[in-house]
């Protein structure tokens, strides 16, 4: 037999253990590849439908950040994978050293079988991905909301990038690895399962070190988020360091703990007792660094998901937003005709004749905002603002929803241009006395957590009607008020026809303004003539055109989190299931003792699947609560509540977790009742 032929056979006749292990590769390779397929994807890289230059220089980023992270993801992932493989088989190994193989024979024997299956891996996940091409573009293309859909071509490109970043991978895990083995001790290795392992200890300080850092963790979390300034990232390092130590001390000394206490118990010799206690302080002990590092990345990875799902959504993507499908800004101090002959007014008025035509139920409210300076006690500008009137900030109010405000007579109310300064407002709101360009009156100018921006350059102040009316009557030169069209109907989102094509015609009309001004620009026109200019001139603000934006770099990031999620859940589910297939040959010799003591298969059965519970289940929990804090935090800080998605992804985990278990527990039993009940099976 030719040595490799040797190769070939020790990979195929070890399904059992390398067939987790391929099938977890090509996965990652399919990943891989597929971040490939969009970085190199023609529409892509020439920019979204839609979307702006930098949407589509953060997407390039994203997907090239994103294949980095997953090729050190698989790293780690094919460096723990094959050492425990080689653990797994070091009496094999040992059978071979007995046997006089030379030590470079050896680790070329291992070298080789890890690049067989690296080669096939890298195949399988190339070719799935070029057969799904066509269903994942679709996909893809939902998700990044685009406009046109995406057209297959071959990627060369990136069949070349995959084949050699992953190559190189695999040729890189295997010589290090096997740079690791010591020829010389596999033969004591192979007796290593017979040699009785050391007596589990634990400390009582680490133990309450343990709470009590898991109790600074969350603590500094709170602080982070209840604090008024929350810019001191020492704060959030520290919640991060001691949630992290908390969970390494509380799988290392904890839980070892616990089994030693239940072994002190009275009950402690009864039944299945005693073996779930004696063998789970090794097993907590053994595994305590596995289990460790699974729940600080489940903890990221759920946390990171539940949040890139929640982007894609309206609410998040509509949180700063003033709510309404369309708002029309244009000035008047040009305007010589009357209002009901205004081309602008007209024009607003025309798109909610529209609406109501197409059978939606639309509002349509019209204010006045002056643009004006608010000056300190000492007459230093402090600010220009966007001043209206308070019976005009309460119609709108009435019509969207929002809390109605009434100042006093010499008082002045400032709203929240966004959720993040609203937030700072309701844990301290500032006051100071102001006055008015117009006035030598002093006003008391007052925040309000209330989020209402009409523009995003200035903050919005609501003063009393009779402010605004003295205003009209006593200023000379008078202040000309911009004119704001508020348009809205609940199914803006439904992406109908009349949707696309009133944002259209919009469009249409700013860019013939824009055209008309280039037009004259260069030359001397008389005054009567640039106000019949500027007399169609408008900005306008699409709540549908908004959200579009968003959701196509929100998409990317959703993208992102979702496969990289997918990876991880992958990743950590194949180290347990080879972890726990990787002691087989040992767990299988105890329970062959355990059968011969006339120990039941039932019994056998229920320490089992206790075991596996902890083992699977244990992680996750503890993750949970991790992740639960860490986006309730979120949630308080950017004031939109998105625990639907958090519960989705949970929910999600949890199942697949739970199916992972319920195969494992089926195949691991059926492993261990041979083993048990057939000496010849070892």
């Known amino acids: 037999m030719s040595f490799f032929k040797l190769i070939i056979n020790n990979v195929l006749r070890s399904k059992r253990i390398y067939g987790g292990y391929f099938l977890s590769s090509s996965f990652s390779v399919f990943v891989f590849f597929l971040f490939a397929i969009l970085n190199f994807h023609p529409q892509l890289k020439s920019g979204l439908g839609g979307s702006s230059d930098t949407v589509t220089h953060l997407a390039t980023i994203g997907m090239t950040v994103s294949q980095i992270l997953i090729v050190a993801l698989s790293f780690i992932f094919l460096w723990y994978s094959f050492g425990i493989f080689s653990k797994s088989r070091k009496r094999e190994l040992s059978i071979y050293v007995m046997l006089g193989i030379k030590p470079r024979d050896l680790r070329l024997l291992l070298f080789g079988e890890n690049m067989v299956i690296g080669t096939g891996a890298i195949f399988t996940g190339i070719t799935l991905g070029v057969l799904f091409m066509k269903a994942i573009l679709i996909v893809i293309q939902k998700i990044l909301s685009l406009p046109n859909g995406l057209d297959f071509y071959f990627p060369i490109l990136g069949i070349f990038l995959t084949i050699v970043v992953y190559f190189l991978l695999f040729l890189l895990v295997s010589f290090l690895l096997t740079l690791k083995i010591e020829t010389a001790n596999l033969t004591q290795l192979g007796k290593s399962d017979e040699m009785p392992e050391k007596t589990p200890k634990a400390n009582p300080f680490l133990v309450i070190l343990a709470f009590s850092c898991l109790i600074l963790g969350y603590g500094s979390l709170i602080y982070f988020v209840k604090s008024i300034n929350n810019s001191n990232l020492f704060v959030l390092f520290s919640c991060v360091f001691f949630t992290v130590a908390a969970t390494f001390l509380f799988f290392h000394q ?285 900005e306008f603000e699409s709540l549908y055109n908004t959200v579009l934006k968003k959701r196509q770099a929100n998409g990317f990031i959703l993208m992102i989190g979702l496969l990289i999620g997918g990876v991880f859940f992958l990743f950590a589910s194949s180290i347990l299931y080879f972890r726990l297939f990787g002691d087989l040959d040992k767990e299988g010799r105890f329970h062959r003792s355990l059968y011969q003591i006339g120990l039941p298969p039932r019994i056998r059965h229920q320490i089992v699947t206790k075991q596996l519970v902890t083992m699977y289940f244990l992680p996750i929990l503890i993750a949970t609560c991790h992740s639960a804090v860490a986006f309730w935090g979120i949630v308080q800080l950017v004031q939109v509540n998105i625990w639907y998605y958090f519960s989705i992804i949970i929910t999600v985990y949890l199942t697949l977790q739970l199916i992972l278990f319920g195969i494992s527990r089926w195949r691991y039993l059926k492993h261990l009742d041979l083993r048990a009940e057939n000496p010849q099976a070892f």
């Open 254 to 538: 904890v839980s070892v703990y616990y089994y030693l206490w239940k072994q002190k118990q009275t009950n402690y010799w009864q039944g299945k007792n005693l073996l779930l206690a004696a063998t789970g302080a090794y097993r907590g002990k053994e595994n305590a660094n596995l289990f460790s590092l699974i729940t600080c990345t489940a903890a990221v990875a759920l946390v990171g998901v539940s949040v890139t799902a929640s982007l894609g959504s309206t609410q998040a993507n509509t949180r700063n937003n003033l709510p309404v499908a369309f708002l029309i800004h244009h000035p008047s101090a040009q305007v010589t005709l009357p209002e009901n002959e205004q081309p602008i007014i007209k024009m607003g008025k025309e798109i909610f004749n529209d609406l109501q035509s197409a059978g939606y139920q639309p509002t349509y409210e019209k204010i006045e905002s002056y643009s004006l300076g608010i000056l300190d006690e000492n007459e230093n500008m402090l600010d220009y603002v966007s001043l209206i009137s308070a019976s005009s900030y309460n119609r709108v109010a009435k019509q969207l929803g929002l809390e109605t405000l009434n100042p006093e007579e010499n008082q002045l109310l400032q709203t929240a241009a966004n959720l993040n300064e609203g937030a700072r407002i309701r844990k301290q709101s500032q006051t100071e006395t102001v006055f008015l360009e117009f006035s030598d009156q002093a006003f008391s100018l007052k925040e309000v957590p209330t989020n209402f921006s009409l523009i995003y350059y200035q903050n919005t102040v609501i003063a009393p009607d009779a402010v605004i009316k003295e205003m009209k009557k006593n200023t000379d030169p008078p202040f000309y008020p911009d004119i704001y069209q508020l348009i809205d109907y609940q199914d803006w989102d439904d992406q109908s026809a009349l949707n696309k094509q009133i944002v259209a015609n919009l469009n249409q009309k700013k860019a013939e303004f824009e055209a008309n001004f280039d037009k004259y620009y260069d030359q001397d026109l008389d005054e009567s003539t640039w106000n019949k200019l500027y007399q169609d001139f408008f």
